[in-house]
């Protein structure tokens, strides 16, 4: 579902109009290209983002033999725009704080500030929450659980549910029926585009250096694997499926030592915020 938003996302600002009543087996690669280029004057990364999608959308509609071909095939990803880089970005536990408080004094929505904190919290990824229901969360057990529909590995996912977040949680569920982060329809969840335009908005107020909300992700791993937290406990945070032996046989989730890795990280967390 999140993958689907995003392409939807891409479609919307940029394929839609672009070749008005053009048959997309007709458009030369020239046309493409100069396309493209236009795109990647100001945001090549983007570009080059948007032409691997292009690409996955059109081979599948030749999978489906919806199409026979098209010139996009005659052009290389490496010639359009910027490749995206190897995310490496690790906002600090100061910088966290910083945006943490942004995001409690901005004027939002309360699902859309506590979507983005309880990401912070958890590190998931965005849309594992974005597309949460309530039947989701057993707040008797402490427990949740992300259904393989909304998991990138296919499988379900269970995190414990720590303090902090079972605040926000508590607060969030007191509020909105099953969505539990909807958009302006309330029957919807927020989409990934109104999500992504509420954090560049945070991000463009904060004198801190360039970050995404993907990137909370590598601050729990670091922040918790410095807390002293077992990297195979850490994987389970993240929702990544372990390797080797352990992704065959090894079906336990540890949440008991996820929910101690994760208080240690608020609690971390909470000392910048005091």
Known sequence: ?????LYRSFAKNYFIGAFPERNVETIPAREWMQWLDTISL???KTANSLFTKLRA???FCKSKFIIEKTDLDRI?????GKAPEVGTRVPTFSELSMIWLAIERSRASSSNKAL???TMLWGSRLSELRLARRSHFDMEAGIWT???ELSKTNTPVRRPIPTKARVILERVMA??????FPGGDLDRPITISAANRYIRRIRDGLPIEDWRTHDFRRSLSTG?????????VVEKMLGHELGGVLAVYNKHDWLKDQLEGYELYAEKLDSYLK
């Not at 290389?76 to 359009?80: A, L, S």
């Not at 509020?175 to 539990?180: A, G, I, K, R």
């Not at 918790?224 to 195979?232: N, Y």
């Open 1 to 5: 579902m999140g993958t689907q938003a």
């Open 42 to 44: 100001d945001k090549p």
């Open 57 to 59: 959308c059109l081979n």
């Open 76 to 80: 290389k990803r490496q010639h359009v």
């Open 116 to 118: 983005h904190q309880l």
């Open 146 to 148: 992300v259904p393989k």
């Open 175 to 180: 509020t909105y029926d099953d969505v539990l």
């Open 224 to 232: 918790a694997s410095e807390l002293g937290v077992m990297p195979h």
